[in-house]
């Protein structure tokens, strides 16, 4: 399996890799805006759109998310030969090596 690199703005920086633990459909990530005109992002499940019907995941705050998936990749890429796949995968170029931090001695 190879995962396409893309350049990715934040709004729609896990779009088409989050599924929902729920249900299983794709997250998409969104913009909405709060009654006092605040603007705010967040992820929510396709199922509504492609299955019809809701998911009881509702909306999920796109920071939270971004930062929970980006403290499981350090953890998981902190081990050396992890951290080298991802790198060759492209990682290296998008400063992604940067983000994972130096690699752990076993």
Do not use: N
Not at 37 to 64: N, S
Not at 84 to 96: D, E, P, V
């Amino acid at each position: 399996m190879r995962l396409g690199l893309r350049t990715a703005s934040p709004s729609t920086s896990f779009t088409g890799l989050l599924r929902c633990g729920r249900c299983d459909a794709a997250m998409t990530s969104a913009l909405g805006t709060g009654r006092t005109g605040k603007r705010y992002r967040h992820y929510r499940c396709m199922h509504q759109q492609t299955k019809g019907g809701r998911c009881p995941t509702g909306l999920l705050v796109a920071d939270e998310v971004e930062a929970a998936v980006v403290t499981q990749v350090k953890e998981i890429a902190a081990r050396g030969d992890v951290r080298q796949r991802i790198l060759s995968i492209g990682g290296a170029a998008t400063g992604l090596a940067r983000a994972l931090g130096p690699a752990r001695q076993p």
